[in-house]
């Protein structure tokens, strides 16, 4: 296993544990490198950052962000970038503005099918009600009896086709990856396993991701099967990228991995971590 992991969520976004408990849990189960990467916003990082120092751990910033590619949205997460750069400070402040309005026109599909009140019971899952998301409006319907768990909910309610989906623009590509380097930061695509994309069009997308500056896409992923990670494997070495790693932590019971550690990378495949960190030991590491 490697004692790294660069996708995290907190309740600064839609996790549910505050940033230093989230580095804790990961410290307790061998993490030596972190990254906090909330959704489109880097409140937390300063929390994280302390925990993490106090804790003998490395941690470099992250955040994760909404982009809107065609049809298609996808998420970008930076890291190892100043989390105070205008670039990014204005670009994750114009993608939340966007935020409470998609959660109104949400509550008002699920209304139109007869599911009342989901808006202020998201809303009682958001720290910040700027940062209003699917998973906040899950947690409600799973409370309020509609689904067994939040992963149900997002197949009978969240995504495209369903009653309480919505389309939305977010950032476009070429911005999220601009406001990332400006920052002195490295994209990686996250866990691309995820989208639902042919074979033809994931290949127009790392195409167009690499031209436009991303440097690496997340190879090992809470998101991501072993035939996943083989295949995106192959993909980085072809395309030039950088590989990461992430659990994707949210919640316990939420997702299929604690924080702090996941599978090695597999040979052949150069770390993104290695621009900001050594491991003390080559022991299990890639």
């Known amino acids: 296993m490697t004692p790294v992991d660069l996708h995290c969520h907190s309740n600064i976004s839609d996790g549910l544990l505050p940033p230093r408990e989230v580095v804790r849990k990961a410290q307790a189960r061998g993490c030596q490198l972190f990254a906090l990467t909330d959704h489109d916003d880097v409140r937390g990082l300063p929390d994280a950052a302390d925990e993490a120092a106090l804790l003998g751990m490395q941690f470099i910033n992250g955040v994760e962000i909404s982009v809107s590619w065609g049809k298609h949205t996808l998420h970008i997460v930076g890291l190892g970038f100043d989390r105070d750069h205008p670039a990014i400070v204005n670009g ?34 958001a720290d910040n009600p700027e940062m209003i998301s699917r998973t906040h409006f899950a947690r409600y319907l799973v409370e309020a009896g509609k689904a067994k768990d939040t992963r149900s909910v997002f197949k009978k309610f969240l995504v495209r086709g369903k009653p309480g989906y919505v389309e939305h623009e977010w950032a476009r590509l070429h911005e999220a990856i601009d406001w990332i380097r400006e920052a002195g930061g490295v994209a990686v695509l996250a866990h691309p396993g995820r989208y639902e994309l042919g074979n033809e069009t ?27 990670v083989g295949r995106f494997s192959r993909l980085a070495q072809e395309f030039g990228f950088l590989a990461s790693c992430g659990t994707d932590y949210h919640a316990t ?17 150069e770390p993104v971590w290695a621009r900001w960190w050594t491991p003390p030991s080559t022991t299990n590491l890639p």
């Open 253 to 269: 019971g939420e997702g299929a991995r604690e924080p702090g550690l996941n599978a090695d990378l597999p040979a052949g495949c």
């Open 202 to 228: 994931l290949r127009v997308l790392l195409t167009e991701y690499r031209r436009l500056g991303g440097e690496a896409i997340e190879v090992v992923s809470g998101s991501h099967g072993a035939a996943d």
């Open 92 to 125: 994750l402040a114009s993608v939340r503005a966007g935020r409470a309005e998609r959660g109104e026109r949400m509550a008002a599909s699920l209304a139109a099918v007869g599911i009342d009140g989901v808006l202020e019971g998201a809303r009682k899952y």
